[in-house]
Protein backbone atom coordinates (compact mmCIF):
# COMPACT_ATOMS: atom_id res chain seq x y z
CA UNK A 1 0.00 0.00 0.00
CA UNK A 2 1.31 3.34 -0.64
CA UNK A 3 0.63 6.52 2.19
CA UNK A 4 1.84 9.44 1.94
CA UNK A 5 3.31 10.78 5.19
CA UNK A 6 4.21 14.18 5.67
CA UNK A 7 7.37 15.28 7.31
CA UNK A 8 10.41 18.00 7.09
CA UNK A 9 13.48 18.29 6.08
CA UNK A 10 14.82 17.56 9.50
CA UNK A 11 12.78 14.77 9.69
CA UNK A 12 14.59 13.95 6.63
CA UNK A 13 18.16 14.00 8.18
CA UNK A 14 16.50 12.07 11.10
CA UNK A 15 15.47 9.81 8.23
CA UNK A 16 19.32 9.42 6.62
CA UNK A 17 20.63 9.39 10.28
CA UNK A 18 18.38 6.61 12.40
CA UNK A 19 17.17 4.47 8.92
CA UNK A 20 13.41 4.42 10.28
CA UNK A 21 10.53 7.07 9.74
CA UNK A 22 9.81 7.24 13.55
CA UNK A 23 7.84 7.54 16.10
CA UNK A 24 4.58 5.63 15.38
CA UNK A 25 2.01 6.45 15.12
CA UNK A 26 2.29 8.32 12.22
CA UNK A 27 -0.16 10.38 10.54
CA UNK A 28 -0.30 9.38 6.48
CA UNK A 29 -2.68 9.62 3.75
CA UNK A 30 -3.44 7.03 0.96
CA UNK A 31 -6.10 5.96 -1.48
CA UNK A 32 -8.71 4.71 1.29
CA UNK A 33 -12.46 3.56 0.92
CA UNK A 34 -13.31 6.88 2.44
CA UNK A 35 -11.58 8.63 -0.37
CA UNK A 36 -12.98 6.92 -2.95
CA UNK A 37 -16.49 7.51 -2.15
CA UNK A 38 -15.86 11.50 -0.85
CA UNK A 39 -13.68 11.59 -4.76
CA UNK A 40 -14.51 10.96 -8.10
CA UNK A 41 -11.85 10.24 -10.26
CA UNK A 42 -9.53 7.49 -11.40
CA UNK A 43 -6.64 5.45 -9.78
CA UNK A 44 -3.99 8.95 -10.38
CA UNK A 45 -6.55 11.66 -9.53
CA UNK A 46 -7.22 9.59 -5.77
CA UNK A 47 -3.56 9.66 -5.44
CA UNK A 48 -2.62 13.13 -6.22
CA UNK A 49 -5.53 13.84 -3.92
CA UNK A 50 -3.63 11.67 -1.06
CA UNK A 51 -0.55 13.64 -1.96
CA UNK A 52 -1.84 16.80 -1.85
CA UNK A 53 -3.89 15.85 1.59
CA UNK A 54 0.27 15.06 2.65
CA UNK A 55 1.50 18.21 1.64
CA UNK A 56 -0.67 20.44 3.14
CA UNK A 57 -0.46 18.19 6.38
CA UNK A 58 3.48 19.17 5.99
CA UNK A 59 2.51 22.59 6.75
CA UNK A 60 1.02 22.03 10.32
CA UNK A 61 4.79 20.09 10.86
CA UNK A 62 6.36 23.33 10.02
CA UNK A 63 4.05 25.41 12.05
CA UNK A 64 5.12 23.17 15.29
CA UNK A 65 8.84 23.66 14.36
CA UNK A 66 9.71 27.62 13.63
CA UNK A 67 13.81 26.41 12.60
CA UNK A 68 12.59 24.08 9.91
CA UNK A 69 12.99 25.33 6.50
CA UNK A 70 10.09 26.71 5.05
CA UNK A 71 9.36 23.43 2.59
CA UNK A 72 6.78 20.92 2.24
CA UNK A 73 8.56 17.08 2.35
CA UNK A 74 6.20 14.36 2.20
CA UNK A 75 7.39 10.99 2.12
CA UNK A 76 6.29 8.60 -0.50
CA UNK A 77 6.03 4.92 1.73
CA UNK A 78 5.16 1.14 -0.07
CA UNK A 79 3.94 -0.43 3.61
CA UNK A 80 1.54 -3.54 4.09
CA UNK A 81 -2.00 -2.61 4.63
CA UNK A 82 -1.56 -4.76 8.08
CA UNK A 83 0.46 -1.32 9.72
CA UNK A 84 -2.23 1.05 8.05
CA UNK A 85 -5.68 1.92 9.92
CA UNK A 86 -7.41 3.22 7.24
CA UNK A 87 -10.54 3.60 9.87
CA UNK A 88 -11.86 7.61 9.14
CA UNK A 89 -13.10 8.19 12.71
CA UNK A 90 -9.79 7.94 13.29
CA UNK A 91 -8.12 9.94 10.45
CA UNK A 92 -5.69 12.59 10.66
CA UNK A 93 -7.28 15.98 10.08
CA UNK A 94 -11.23 14.73 9.06
CA UNK A 95 -9.68 14.02 5.64
CA UNK A 96 -10.96 11.11 3.95
CA UNK A 97 -7.45 10.31 2.66
CA UNK A 98 -6.09 9.97 6.68
CA UNK A 99 -4.76 7.05 7.61
CA UNK A 100 -2.53 6.39 10.54
CA UNK A 101 0.61 3.74 10.39
CA UNK A 102 0.84 1.85 13.57
CA UNK A 103 4.37 1.03 13.19
CA UNK A 104 8.33 2.31 12.35
CA UNK A 105 8.76 2.32 8.62
CA UNK A 106 12.78 0.91 7.58
CA UNK A 107 13.55 3.26 5.37
CA UNK A 108 14.15 0.96 2.07
CA UNK A 109 10.19 1.18 2.07
CA UNK A 110 10.39 4.77 1.51
CA UNK A 111 9.64 4.69 -1.88
CA UNK A 112 10.56 8.81 -2.85
CA UNK A 113 10.53 11.96 -0.92
CA UNK A 114 9.09 14.92 -2.33
CA UNK A 115 10.40 18.71 -1.31
CA UNK A 116 9.22 22.15 -2.32
CA UNK A 117 12.72 24.00 -4.06
CA UNK A 118 13.81 26.60 -2.14
CA UNK A 119 11.97 29.10 -4.45
CA UNK A 120 8.93 28.11 -2.62
CA UNK A 121 9.97 28.98 0.98
CA UNK A 122 8.09 32.65 1.01
CA UNK A 123 4.57 30.79 -0.48
CA UNK A 124 5.04 28.44 2.12
CA UNK A 125 6.03 31.24 5.01
CA UNK A 126 3.06 32.65 3.96
CA UNK A 127 0.68 29.77 3.91
CA UNK A 128 2.08 28.73 7.60
CA UNK A 129 1.06 32.69 8.55
CA UNK A 130 -2.14 34.90 8.32
CA UNK A 131 -1.20 35.19 4.83
CA UNK A 132 -2.85 33.58 1.69
CA UNK A 133 -1.65 29.70 0.66
CA UNK A 134 -3.11 30.07 -2.72
CA UNK A 135 0.60 30.77 -3.68
CA UNK A 136 1.61 27.45 -3.20
CA UNK A 137 -0.28 26.49 -6.16
CA UNK A 138 2.53 27.72 -7.93
CA UNK A 139 5.11 25.31 -6.52
CA UNK A 140 5.12 21.66 -7.64
CA UNK A 141 7.10 19.43 -4.91
CA UNK A 142 10.37 17.87 -6.54
CA UNK A 143 11.30 14.56 -6.23
CA UNK A 144 13.98 12.40 -4.88
CA UNK A 145 14.90 9.14 -5.13
CA UNK A 146 15.83 7.62 -1.44
CA UNK A 147 19.56 7.35 -2.56
CA UNK A 148 19.32 11.02 -3.06
CA UNK A 149 17.80 12.15 0.89
CA UNK A 150 21.15 12.83 2.17
CA UNK A 151 21.81 15.25 -0.78
CA UNK A 152 18.59 17.48 -0.23
CA UNK A 153 20.13 20.81 1.25
CA UNK A 154 18.07 22.75 4.05
Same mark, same amino acid.
Given at each position: ???? &??? !????? /?????? +?????? #???????? =?? @??????????? @??????????? %???? &? &??????? #? /??????????? =? !??? =??????? #? +???????????????? /?? %?????? =? #???? *???? %??????????????? @??????? *???????
Amino acid at each position: MRVY &LPS !TLPRI /RELVAS +GTVAPA #PLKGFAVT =DA @LRSAVEGDEEE @LEYEAFTAAAN %ASLE &L &LAEDPDA #P /RRRVVLAVEIT =D !TVV =DTDPAGA #P +GASPAGVTVEAQIPRK /RV %AAAHVD =D #PAAE *EAVA %AALGPGDAAGLEDHD @LLWFATQ *ELRYIEE
